[in-house]
């Protein structure tokens, strides 16, 4: 999923306009950027973490960690089609 789908799949769900779905999309994006940006972690309960890591050449990486609650729901998931 690209992020125009993500975008239309929000504003579905959600029952919003295209706008307002890209523009909350937008934000949460900007937000977990610049939080990234001062080094901080952001923890969203039930979702997972993002922190950022550095390299041994000294380059920072964002890394993603999901949460308890999405590692049991793609277990379950995959182990309704497996």
Request: glycine share 12%; no cysteine; aromatic share 6%.
């Amino acid at each position: 999923m690209n992020r125009a789908e993500f975008v239309n799949e929000v504003a579905k769900r959600k029952g919003v306009s295209h706008g307002n779905a890209y523009r909350s999309v937008n934000a949460v994006m900007d937000t977990i950027r610049i939080a990234l940006m001062r080094g901080e972690s952001i923890e969203i309960g039930g979702f997972g973490t993002f922190t950022v890591v550095t390299d041994l050449k000294g380059e920072r990486i964002p890394v993603f960690k999901g949460g308890r609650a999405m590692r049991k729901v793609l277990n379950a998931v995959e182990d309704k089609n497996g």
